[in-house]
């Protein structure tokens, strides 16, 4: 297997707080890999740090063997590592399409002269920019609702919405920070099925934040165990239930 | 009858050029949360610039008709506009851009100040008229009088009106101006500059401003260094009234506004018995702003300042 993403040696810290200690991960190419880990683990540092939302205190980031450590979060789009958040963060005012239209932003190329001016190539890329928006609103299954404000969605949908988006900016990497949040047992079920459909059809690798661990063991290929800042594990969901350090970390030593 | 129809025709025109100084006070106002209080400043220079182009050419004998020597006039205020525009956020906004938002309102009646002076002492204190280079005739709309230089008025505003709605709408250039209007940090995780579509802005802004000054300025035939002022007052009235951060607000706003005070002052003479006469005109712009700020502080069109994403 290839290796996409180093993390080597990385921690965080916020003033006195250590909210990352010296964390080292491998992401394979086109797995899906889970993180999970008790609430305050460093779960989503970690992740604002591969997205370039934190600058790492100290440590090595790597994408493709080519270092990421200082990127800013619209670089790091660029190079291919997309994001959803866990508070959701649309643009609530602007349709569904136009949400993933300007998630493709960094991948267009007219300038403002073009804008203006409207010239063939410009036109173009505006038809190319809607046709991908409503594809990959068909692929996350919300095209029937490409005209509505966003704000005016379901909860489980702007989920979708926010994955559509992070997918128009072409990326190689994905990283869900908790994609499952406040949707029933039924709509968890379709979202692990798109999570895989994603992964088989656009030859992505997958990052998954999530709290429902019995479906993240479904879910994932590998899981890492995040805990008070360290990462006790990195193994198969299989190996992960058994181990007794993410045990004592989930029940508590006394288990 | 007639004189309706007269004051409403006059109400529009009048209130087509406050719509286009008022859409730039609402662009910015949308993505900034700024009154740009020397946007009547740049409305003025475009006036002003339009004029010395014009004065230039007719007093160097250029032989061409009128209207291509208006338009030169106004072609090269657009682009001086723009500059200016774009120098007055470089330099004065941009580096207050994290300041608390009291800061920046100061700035900008500091700027409007400094380019009114800016003005005063390149052109003069005095009245400027506008030579009789347009056409200078008029046609009979149900018995009112509708003439030449209003109807091109009117044209010019419903075009640049137009095209500006289609370039917010329908381009991913005001897709990312409306993207940062509602976030500029989430807009910036998606690869918009913030920085580039501020600048865009204010330069589309005062593109349309200079348009707006110089169709103002033919109108009244005339043009002076403080005509900014009470303009760029009145057009803030009409964004407010409309909804300010709203360009269709603008736009209603703005027509809204040139009736209200034309035909005010149309009948102002009949309801108060003469007693006041229809020097008062600019008193219902103001009028109005008090009204919308007691009844409907978030404008016509406005949604609730709670409600931005």
Not at chain 1, 212 to 235: H, N, Q, T, Y
Request: proline content about 3%; some cysteine; charged content about 15%.
């Amino acid at each position: 297997m290839t290796e996409l993403i180093k993390v080597t040696h990385v921690s965080k810290q916020f003033g006195g707080i250590c909210a990352l200690n010296d964390v080292s991960l491998t992401v394979y190419k086109g797995e899906i890999l889970g993180l999970i880990g008790p609430n305050g683990a460093g779960k989503t540092t970690l992740f604002n740090i591969l997205t370039g939302f934190y600058t790492a205190t100290s440590g090595e980031l790597s994408l493709n063997d080519v270092s990421m450590r200082g990127l800013l979060a619209h670089q790091v789009l660029q190079r291919g590592i997309a994001r959803t958040f866990q508070n959701i963060r649309l643009f609530a005012n602007m349709s569904v399409l136009e949400n993933v239209m300007v998630g493709r932003h960094s991948r267009t190329h007219t300038g403002v002269v073009g804008a203006v001016l409207r010239h063939r190539r410009a036109r173009v890329e505006e038809v190319a920019i809607r046709t991908r928006a409503h594809e990959l609103l068909h692929l996350v299954g919300i095209s029937r609702h490409s005209q509505t404000l966003a704000k005016n969605l379901s909860y489980g949908d702007q989920r979708r919405l926010e994955i559509a988006r992070a997918l128009a900016s072409d990326p190689q990497v994905l990283a869900l920070d908790e994609p499952a949040a406040g949707m029933n047992p039924a709509e968890r079920d379709t979202l692990k099925q798109l999570i895989r459909d994603l992964r088989d059809a656009l030859g992505l690798t997958l990052l998954v934040i999530e709290h429902d661990v019995p479906w993240m063991m479904s879910l994932c290929d590998r899981i890492a165990v995040l805990d008070f800042g360290e990462k006790i594990a990195e193994d198969t969901p299989a190996n992960i239930r058994t181990n007794p350090r993410v045990i004592s970390a989930y029940l508590g030593d006394g288990a | 009858m007639d004189i309706l129809v007269q004051q409403l025709i006059n109400g529009l025109v009048l209130g087509s050029v406050y719509a286009l100084v008022a859409l730039g006070y609402t662009m910015v106002y949308g993505i900034l949360e700024l009154i740009n209080f020397a946007h009547g400043e740049v409305t003025m220079f475009g006036a002003m610039v339009a004029l010395a182009v014009i004065s230039a050419l007719l007093g160097a004998g250029v032989d061409l008709p009128g209207v291509v020597i208006a338009l030169l006039g106004l072609l090269t205020a657009i682009p001086a506009c723009m500059l200016l525009g774009y120098g007055i956020e470089r330099l004065a906004y941009r580096p207050l851009r994290h300041a608390p938002r009291l800061a920046p309102l100061i700035t900008a009646i500091g700027v409007s100040i400094v380019l009114q002076n800016i003005a005063m002492l390149i052109w003069g204190r005095q009245y400027i008229s506008f030579p009789p280079i347009l056409p200078q005739g008029y046609h009979t709309l149900l018995g009112a009088r509708i003439t030449d230089v209003q109807i091109l008025i009117l044209v010019a505003s419903l075009v640049l009106m137009v095209a500006l709605t289609l370039l917010v709408q329908r381009t991913q250039l005001g897709r990312a101006m409306r993207a940062t209007a509602q976030s500029p940090q989430l807009a910036g995780l998606m690869g918009v500059d913030a920085n580039r579509v501020i600048s865009l802005t204010f330069i589309i802004g005062s593109g349309i401003a200079a348009v707006a000054g110089v169709l103002v300025s033919a109108y009244y035939g005339l043009a002076h260094y403080y005509m900014g002022f009470l303009l760029g007052l009145k057009a803030f009235s009409a964004a407010v009234l409309g909804g300010v951060g709203n360009l269709a607000g603008a736009m209603l706003g703005g027509l809204l506004l040139g009736v209200i005070e034309s035909l005010g002052a149309g009948y102002i003479g009949d309801i108060t018995g003469g007693f006041l006469g229809s020097n008062y005109q600019d008193v219902f712009a103001f009028f109005v702003l008090i009204i919308v700020l007691i009844v409907r502080p978030s404008g016509l069109l406005g949604k609730p300042s709670h409600d931005r994403a």
